[in-house]
Structures are given as C-alpha cells and as structure tokens.
C-alpha cells in the first residue's frame, strides 16, 4: 500500500554529515512505522534506526546512537535519517522501509517486521 523512494546517498570523508530521505505515496504514510536498514557487501541486512508512528518512540543500533538521528514529516509523506560524524564502516546500501505490524521492539528492529522497502542509496565515507 506504500511506495518508498530513497535517496541523498552519496560520498563523504569521515567525519561529514549527509541526511538520507525517503519519500513515501500513498494516504495512509502516518499509520506505518518507519525505519532504516543498511547493508554493506558480504553482510546482512542491518538494523540501523526506527520511528513509530506518532515520531513518539525512536531506536537506534548501538553503532550508531549518538550520531544518527531519525525523523518523520507525515504531512510530507517523508522519513529522514540525519547522519553525522560518518565513519568508514557506515558505508553502505542504506534502505529505507516501512512496517504495518504492531510497532513491537522486535519487528522495528528486524529486517522481517517490515513491509514495503525502498530502492536503496549509496553511503560511503572515505578514511
């Protein structure tokens, strides 16, 4: 039922910053979760942030708390991750995606919980 578009990917060194979006269609974008996976060659799929419905509740992998910060615009139908201080193991495919499940630690935080994902942009930060 959603569409997602991510982008503003890009190169960086370490250190920079780069703010990734995600563009979402569809009316019903406020009653998904949203969150931002990454996965880098020869890994899996990683959790890297979530934002609940209502932007009340936010998660964050360890390796990146403090550094990322997650939001959501739902009039503008759009998820945002702002990352600052990149460093080189940051880089990555980053995917945006969006959850229908009942907004549980597990399923904001797995690959599996979510429903619809994006195309995915490049991340790389030079050393």
């Known amino acids: 039922q959603v569409q997602l578009v991510d982008s503003g990917g890009g190169l960086v060194q370490a250190g920079g910053s780069l703010r990734l979006s995600c563009a979402a269609s569809g009316r019903t974008f406020s009653r998904y979760a949203m969150g931002w996976f990454r996965q880098a060659p020869g890994k899996e799929r990683e959790f890297v942030a979530s934002?609940?419905?209502?932007?009340?509740?936010?998660y964050y992998s360890d390796s990146v708390k403090g550094r990322f910060t997650i939001s959501r615009d739902n009039a503008k139908n759009t998820v945002y991750l702002q990352m600052n201080s990149l460093k080189p193991e940051d880089t990555a495919v980053y995917y945006c995606?969006?959850?229908?499940?009942?907004?549980?630690?597990?399923?904001?935080?797995?690959?599996?919980?979510?429903?619809?994902w994006g195309q995915g942009t490049q991340v790389t930060v030079s050393s």
């Open positions: 995606s969006a959850s229908s499940r009942p907004p549980a630690l597990v399923v904001l935080t797995t690959p599996n919980g979510y429903d619809y």
């Open positions: 934002i609940s419905r209502s932007s009340g509740s936010t």
